[in-house]
């Protein structure tokens, strides 16, 4: 599955072989915070193909405006699919994309990444 992963974010970023270690260690991470985000009772294999997104898109997205976001390829294509970025703004709104996208694949087997109190009296 990390290879999985690692391909579909490798293909998403266009990433340079010397900056793959980098797209490596973000797809680990990545993978780990969605599996840490499961909800109760759901695995890794009830979520399929979805995971493997969501976890690609969430490494391409940080490595779109981290560390790894200068090295990035100014444009790439994934099937049918071209996105075209050309400056910070443009990797910064297309790594959004990839971040929305991923949390409605992960919609209906992951815990919300947003916290929110409820009841609380002050």
Known sequence: MDQEIL????ILTGAAEDRQMLLT???TAARQRWQARLREGVTVEDCGQAFVCAAAF???ADFLTGEGGSAAASSFS????SVSTSSAADRSACAQALRDTAEELMAPYAQSGSFSFRSVRG
């Open 7 to 10: 391909d579909m974010a490798v």
């Open 58 to 60: 969430s490494a391409a």
């Open 78 to 81: 994934a099937g049918e699919i």
């Open 25 to 27: 260690a973000l797809c």
